[in-house]
């Protein structure tokens, strides 16, 4: 075999040609990985930038949408227990009256206007039946005979419950929810008075409710009987349907005895639509609803769309006389987790979870709070995925982007290979030169894209990339930045939802309207009797004077109370109750104070012990504010142990926590009453009423000591709990966590007395000039239709209406000299005075406790009898919204608090006819 021969020309060639190639090639495929890496940095970039905007989007949707199922659930449950409690005061107020009926009969004659009553033996019952202004009755069961008569007894109760008509309307003016108001008897007499919108409605009762066999055997009788409410108490049935088609209605019912006789049950009918019209039409996101549940739980209200969640499958209509009831019970519906929240509700709880579906998978938010009346409890139910649409919108568009640009990047590549490859056939040093350039056009946009998405990334959403590539590098680019506008954008709406859930704060001006009256109402005491003192009213320094002083004192003090509990509140709730952080030391804390309150503690005869263990390590905080837990805590100790008693104070370590132990000898609490202690405003029924032998007061505080306790050991990551028994005392145990380290002791602060020191006070506002620039007094318009008799010599009688006795006092100490005065504490007391006494004129104050001050105007202007007759207004609220109100109830005039005495007599001498 012949070997093969080359020619050394043809080897020189591919020797040049290999030494030219390698080196060549070598940066070619060097450049064409280093295209393939910058792909995938890209798509990691990418990557990483959706999912931080799908993250944080969700994540901020998810707690405002929280927040705002919280504050729904509370306000609607707020507002129906506000309406339920008013439905269930006025039952029991119409029970009592029936009592006094059924109790002294002989005391009354027939009725002034009696009803008309037959027979109706086609129905089997007896009852009135010619229309009238009265209630509807009818006599049913064995109570009436075959011919439709009734015994001389029946037909005497039946006289003695046409006094029922008193009631009946005076219910249906104050309280809009009563649509039905009745009383059924053991004897089978019912009597009832209907109102549809508002408006009375005469009903045949012998038509209505035709062959009724057993009134006592229907829930609104036999709940509130001596078998089932062995209490004697108000209670509420289920849902039934309306016999006069008004739709389903629940009814507030109280039992009315006669000794210890049930003779007869009083009941107040509301339509449920009334009441949970806002539930039915809420709606949260697409298909979000609301649902009310009953302590039985039973769902009483929910949207027809809300029946395939619920498993509902029943008709919305029913039948009165089928004793039927509203029957779809949510405790046996759905899975186990379902159940729990379910019966959660039933407890009364509050809380906001999540629930996901078994069937569909869907996750579910639920928030669910009680109505503490009735023990019903609204839920509102939103599906999860609807509140995280936008986030998840927002990735499906970054994704496709990212395939697109990732689709681009692979194209761009592979064109790169084959123009290598050509360039490498025809032109291998420009080739290379060209690989190399192009390279680095590459590798720069996306280090700047890489370097972009690393600071958008660590929170820099105002940065863009800049990139003028010209190709699919720089519409990546823009496409980052679109997207990072886009995090922004909805950064900014989810500013804007945080801003609008802010607004719902100014559901607190109410409060706030509250609190400045009670606030300023002292206020009036104090400086009009300063005023009298300084005009000589009081006469020599006597017992006048004195109790005058006394007044401005005991205001003074009662109002710096409650100033600062309020401050220390408000601070609390807005997070911004400032801590000193300093190491303290507790036990000089303690010894101070028990030194300040030895005082206190020998006025009433107790013994105060300190077991203080030696060596204790320092804790961090506030020493002041750490003072003011030990203080309350003392100070209550004081307060609710009868005289005599015994208190000890003990501070120990216990693990990593300093311990402090306050325990006494005395009242103790109730173990259904230690949850209700930390709760703002809450008061003790028990405790409120106690009383000791040396010093007898009333322990009516604001409720917030406590309160204002707790929240100052939470901002110090502390906690605090009671172990009480009823009558042998209480033993309040804090927890304050030590500090890892050993801490070195600062000096020590003065620690503050709890108890008000008496001293002179200035009048409030600074000088007369500010007082008097903050004093309003306004005769409105309309009142040119209120005048006063033209005779100027004759004293005017005037009725003073407010709910405070020191106000009604420092009136007549004002305006006695000048007028007849006649005064009422409360809204019912006001009307009666108003009506039955006809003054002259009428100064009202604006919050009564009930009824408030302009309903108490509305109604008297619309009373024939008392329309004329002048009303001023006035009050502690200084707004212009307050004035306002005024004026549209009809008032004559408008005056804040405090006033003066001259400017009120011109004012009440400017409705004189020929003033």
Known sequence: MKSLRIRLKTKLLIVLLLTALLPLASIGWFGYRSTLNISQIADRANQDIAELAVSDSSAALSAELETRLAALTARYAEDINEILGQVQADTLQLAAFAAYLYQHPDSLKRYAQPSTYSPAPQSKMFGAREPNQNSWLGVFGDAVDKEGRISKDTLAEVYLTEYMDIMFRAVAETNPYAVQIYINTAGQISRGMPFVDGAFKWVDATEQFANLPDVTAYDFYYLADSEHNPERGPAWTELYWDPAGLGWMVSSIAPVYRGDEHVAVIGIDITLERIVDGILNLQIEQTGFAFLLSEAGQAIAFPERAADFLQFRGSFQGQFKKNEAFAHSLTAVRDRPFQDIIAAMQRGERALTRYRDPASNETYLIAYHDIAVTGWSVGIVVPEAEIIAPALATERKIQASQALTAERLQARSDQLQRIFIWLLLGAVPVLALVAFLFARTISRPIQALDQGSRRVGAGELGHRIQVHSGDEIEALAL?????????????????????????????????????????????????????????????????????????????????????????????????????????????????????????????????????????????????????????????????????????????????????????????????????????????????????????????????????????????????????????????????????????????????????????????????????????????????????????????????????????????????????????????????????????????????????????????????????????????????????????????????????????????????????
């Not at 142990?641 to 015994?646: E, F, Y």
């Not at 032998?693 to 009333?698: D, I, P, S, T, V």
């Not at 605090?720 to 600062?746: D, K, R």
């Not at 903050?774 to 239709?785: D, G």
Request: hydrophobic letters at 40%.
């Open 479 to 915: 496409t980052f930045n679109r997207m990072a506008e886009d995090l922004q954008t909805k950064l900014r709406e989810i500013e804007d939802a945080n801003r609008e859930l802010r607004q719902l704060d100014q559901l607190k001006s109410k409060f706030i309207s509250m609190a400045s009256h009670e606030l300023r109402t002292p206020l009036i005491a104090i400086q009009g009797y300063v005023d009298l003192i300084r005009e000589g009213k009081g006469g020599p320094i006597a017992a006048e004077q004195r109790r005058m002083l006394d007044t401005v004192s005991r205001n003074a003090t009662r109002l710096a109370r409650i100033v600062a509990e309020l401050l220390d509140v408000s601070r609390i709730e807005e997070n911004k109750l400032v801590i000193e952080q300093a190491p303290v030391d507790l036990a000089p804390v303690i010894r101070e104070i028990a030194e300040e309150q030895q005082s206190y503690l020998d006025s009433r005869g107790h013994q105060l012990q300190l077991e203080l263990a030696p060596k204790l390590p320092l804790v961090t905080g506030d020493r002041d504010r750490l003072a003011q837990v030990v203080i309350n805590l003392l100070g209550n100790a004081i307060k609710y142990t009868p005289d005599g008693g015994r208190i000890l104070i003990r501070l120990h370590r216990a693990d990593q926590e300093l311990r402090l132990e306050v325990i006494d000898s005395g009242i103790g609490i109730k173990q259904e009453d230690i949850g209700k202690l930390f709760q703002r405003f809450s008061t003790l029924g028990d405790v409120t009423k106690h009383h000791t032998g040396k010093n007898a007061y009333l322990a009516s505080g604001t409720g917030l000591g406590l309160s204002i306790v707790q929240g100052i050991l939470q901002a110090h990551c502390g906690r605090i709990w009671v172990e009480s028994e009823y009558g042998q005392g209480s033993n309040f145990q804090v927890a304050l966590p030590i500090p890892a380290e050993p801490l070195s002791a600062t000096p020590a602060l003065e620690v503050a007395s709890p108890e008000p020191q008496q001293s002179e006070t200035k009048p409030p506002g600074g000088t007369s000039a500010t007082r008097d620039a903050a004093f309003k007094v306004i005769q409105f318009e309309q009142s040119a239709t209120s005048r006063l008799a033209p005779n100027q010599g004759e004293r005017l009688t005037l009725l003073v209406v407010d709910d405070e006795p020191d106000v009604i006092e420092f009136t007549r100490d004002l305006l006695g000299e000048n007028y007849n005065l006649l005064s009422a504490q409360t809204s019912a007391t006001a009307l009666r005075e108003a009506i039955g006494k006809k003054p002259d004129l009428i100064l009202l104050d604006a919050w009564i406790p009930g009824i408030s001050g302009y309903d108490i105007c509305r109604t008297l202007k619309n009373n024939s009898h008392t329309s004329a007759t002048p009303i001023i207004i006035f009050t502690a609220a200084t707004q212009k919204i307050d004035e306002e109100r005024a004026r549209a109830a009809g008032a004559d005039g408008f005056v804040t608090k405090p006033f003066r005495r001259q400017q009120m007599i011109e004012l009440i001498e400017s409705f004189r006819e020929n003033h």
